[in-house]
């Protein structure tokens, strides 16, 4: 891979490249000191991927992240000296269209930068980057099944959503158009590596009136809650209609995968279930949100002028998967449509209580 390095400290700068270069296969693209000569250096020269610092003179990384995804779009990892104290940044950089973010890797006195839990992440995520890009083999084009099951069981409902490049903006958007009375559980997946999610958890808690947590083993779907895949294992649901994390499969580069969740959930749901796929790279959930289409669920891809990346609901779209194919904007009030219990107690006159 060739990798570019955005950061202004020189420190910074030699621990990634040595970081970059300890793998040769990969090597170093350029290196920019600021946000706006990285999209000056994109433009002219697009990377198989970008290493983006947050705090920079000139353009941050946030806003330099927005404007390579819509100039030239690339891969982006976020490298900065503090993901944690920086949560609110990191996940407005990853709904710009980054893919992960990662603490700086350490340059000991001895000038390595091997040896940490820091550089071993580091590592881990450029090679799953690299995993995510590589060209995929085009799958089998699955049809859709003219005939829709009908949905047998209760009148349980539930909402399910999978996101990935782009999706906590795009999670922001849908979760504060809700109301507080929307009546329906959500549970969704992100793909974020688990020692973020808790801090995407709280971020979004504070988007939306809904209550937002992490969903633990043995949960069920609530109403008023909205459950957040915890771990990097996969979020299943059991035949019970509880939740749970599989280690299974192994061989996902997905962690946690919305497919596995998908699927599981058009095994085990007896109700009656909305699926939602948003912006984010590669095809995952999109086999998934087709199980579900076939199961007789009301299903929904993005669009791709509101995607960071039109990736996943583009696979989806291209499997017939969706149902709806809709701007990030409008999809809130399609929930809201399909469920619309809390809106027609309004115009009862029921009170809050």
């Excluded at 859709?144 to 999670?171: C, H, M, N, Y």
């Excluded at 979004?204 to 008023?224: F, I, M, N, S, W």
């Excluded at 790279?281 to 669009?303: C, E, F, P, V, Y």
Aim: with cysteine.
């Amino acid at each position: 891979m060739r990798i570019a390095i955005v950061n202004d400290m020189p420190l910074a700068v030699e621990s990634l490249r040595r970081g970059v270069l300890a793998t040769s296969a990969h090597q170093i693209a350029w290196v920019a000191r600021d946000g706006a000569e990285a999209v000056q250096r994109c433009a002219a020269d697009t990377p198989d991927l970008v290493l983006m610092d947050l705090m920079m003179p000139v353009m941050d990384g946030v806003e330099a992240t927005r404007r390579i995804m819509a100039a030239t779009p690339c891969p982006i990892l976020i490298v900065t000296g503090s993901v944690d104290s920086q949560s609110a940044r990191v996940f407005e950089a990853m709904g710009a269209g980054a893919l992960d973010a990662v603490n700086t890797p350490v340059l000991s006195m001895q000038g390595v930068v091997y040896g940490c839990d820091t550089c071993e992440t580091f590592q881990s995520k450029i090679m799953t980057i690299e995993k995510l890009t590589r060209r995929p083999v085009a799958p089998r084009c699955i049809p859709f099944e003219t005939q829709v099951k009908p949905i047998i069981g209760g009148d349980e409902r539930l909402v399910v959503i999978g996101s990935s490049t782009g999706g906590p903006q795009a999670l922001a958007n849908i979760l504060s158009h809700l109301p507080v009375d929307y009546p329906v559980p959500i549970i969704i997946v992100q793909h974020v590596d688990a020692q973020f999610v808790g801090e995407l958890t709280k971020w979004l808690d504070q988007k939306t009136p809904l209550h937002v947590r992490l969903a633990c083993e043995g949960d069920h779907p609530e109403v008023g809650t909205v459950l957040i895949a915890g771990t990097n294992d996969h979020l299943v649901m059991y035949p019970n209609q509880s939740l749970g994390y599989s280690p299974l499969p192994r061989d996902l580069v997905y962690r946690p995968s919305a497919d596995v969740f998908f699927s599981s959930v058009a095994e085990n749901w007896r109700g009656i279930t909305v699926g939602v796929l948003l912006t984010g790279m590669g095809r995952d959930g999109a086999q998934g949100l087709l199980k579900l289409r076939n199961k007789g669920s009301h299903t929904i891809a993005q669009d791709q002028a509101s995607c960071a990346v039109y990736g996943m609901p583009k696979a989806a779209a291209d499997l017939n998967a969706a149902v709806e194919v809709l701007s990030i904007d409008l999809v809130a009030s399609a929930l809201i449509k399909c469920f619309p219990y809390a809106a027609d107690t309004r115009k009862r006159g029921v009170s809050s209580p």
